[in-house]
């Protein structure tokens, strides 16, 4: 019977928090409230968790939030179960595009929605930069882009170096 609960608790998070992973924590919230699986704090400490690991923060919170329900079962259920409406969603999507790939329409739409998503995207990168920005950064920034045009190494080797010099730098006081 949890696991049912569960599907279907995780099932409805994943329909209905749209806006990605931090929509989902009012409804978690709800859980810890109306079922008792988890604390408010179990899910503080679960969300700073999934913030800083790799993946989707939705998608982690419910897998964190599985386990602590009903061990590897629950995890197993919990992310399935709220991945499970954007999968069929993008499924149908997928076929409606399919069916109207011709249509001018559909073509001009679709022509349109591409620059848009790069504008956000790129004023998400905008902002972030212009809330963080600090004369380290700006000269790490510097020096890490004349290196790349100069030493063709993997990016990951920069990023390394970026998270070294902030670690440090954090560590010293020199970085907010």
Not at 4 to 22: A, D, P, Q, V, W
Not at 44 to 67: C, E, K, Q
Not at 130 to 142: A, E, K, Q, S, V
Not at 160 to 174: E, K, N, P, R, Y
Request: hydrophobic share 50%; net charge positive; glycine share 10%.
């Amino acid at each position: 019977m949890i696991y049912l609960k569960l599907f279907l608790e995780f099932f409805h998070i994943g329909l209905f928090s749209i806006g990605g992973g931090y929509a989902t924590i009012p409804f978690l919230y709800h859980i810890a409230d109306t079922q008792k699986w988890f604390t408010s704090q179990q899910l503080s400490d679960m969300i700073a968790l999934s913030s800083i690991t790799p993946g989707p923060v939705g998608v982690n919170v419910a897998t964190f939030a599985g386990f602590t329900t009903s061990g590897i079962a629950g995890a197993l259920i919990a992310t399935s179960s709220v991945i499970l409406p954007s999968f069929i969603l993008v499924i149908m999507v997928s076929k409606l595009l399919e069916q109207f790939k011709h249509n001018k329409y559909a073509k001009a739409i679709v022509y349109t929605l591409k620059p848009v998503g790069c504008g956000l995207l790129a004023s998400v990168g905008i902002k972030m930069f212009i809330d963080n920005i600090n004369l380290l950064g700006l000269m790490l920034f510097g020096i890490l882009l004349i290196l790349s045009r100069k030493e063709k190494r993997d990016p990951l080797f920069y990023l390394g170096v970026s998270a070294l010099v902030g670690l440090v730098g954090g560590f010293f006081g020199l970085i907010r």
